[in-house]
């Protein structure tokens, strides 16, 4: 079984801290995806990966940054977290040129920034 | 600009078919229709998808019109383990960049 592993459920950070969320993928996926989860806004894409060192912006990318140095792992970075990014993380995977197209989800992190 | 619109919630009695509408209107030939839901507390997980035939697997059926302008998703006999949010997503085969998931539908199945 594929799985998708997010390094913490649950985390609570002061204002102006540094907060990395690590995500780790057994199956060898090229496509690593960070997506935040708010009530009645659904999903939305933060950023993605299609390869080792690569990055592409998603839909709200301020106030983030990612790194994917590995195949296998690729971080969520906030610079300096503030209270409006209190909110669900969640991590994805997929093959490149799956015909199936499809996202393999991990449980997600909980962030609350205080 | 939002590609799928679905109803916000829905409900559904043990052992009846659950039928999840979903409108496309603007879906572009190479768009395929894809289905995820996601219990609470867990990420999302992926259930089925089509282009333009009905599809069925072992969790549903995708119905999908023939316009492709609309699709239904049907959970053949709902349990109770199936309430969740249900998203439908448009998207082009191969485009990272395009994997949106909107508001969704809650489903709720009631004893």
């Known amino acids: 079984d594929v799985k998708v592993t997010q390094s913490s459920r649950y985390l609570v950070k002061r204002t102006g801290e540094k907060v990395f969320l690590e995500c780790v993928q057994d199956?060898?996926?090229?496509?690593m995806f960070w997506y935040r989860q708010d009530p009645g806004l659904g999903l939305r894409l933060i950023y993605f990966?299609?390869?080792?060192?690569?990055?592409e912006k998603g839909d709200i990318p301020e106030g983030y940054s990612v790194s994917r140095e590995k195949k296998e792992r690729f971080s969520l970075i906030l610079e300096s977290a503030s209270t409006n990014q209190t909110s669900m993380y969640l991590c994805?995977?997929?093959?490149?040129?799956?015909?199936?197209?499809?996202?393999?989800f991990g449980e997600g992190s909980r962030l609350t920034v205080l | 600009d939002a590609k799928t619109t679905q109803p916000t919630s829905m409900d559904c009695a043990e052992g009846r078919a659950a039928n999840l509408p979903c409108n496309h209107s603007?879906?572009?030939?190479?768009?395929?229709v894809y289905w995820y839901r996601q219990i609470h507390s867990q990420g999302p997980q992926y259930i089925i998808h089509?282009?333009?035939n009905n599809e069925t697997n072992e969790m549903a059926s995708l119905i999908i019109t023939e316009d492709r302008k609309s699709s239904t998703l049907i959970l053949p006999h709902a349990t109770l383990r199936d309430t969740a949010v249900y998203y439908c997503i448009v998207r082009v085969a191969h485009n990272n960049n395009d994997m949106r998931f909107g508001a969704g539908t809650r489903l709720t199945v009631k004893p």
């Open positions: 994805a995977s997929s093959f490149n040129w799956d015909n199936v197209g499809e996202l393999f």
């Open positions: 990966s299609y390869d080792v060192k690569m990055k």
């Open positions: 089509g282009l333009k």
């Open positions: 603007t879906i572009s030939g190479n768009e395929y």
């Open positions: 199956m060898d996926h090229e496509n």
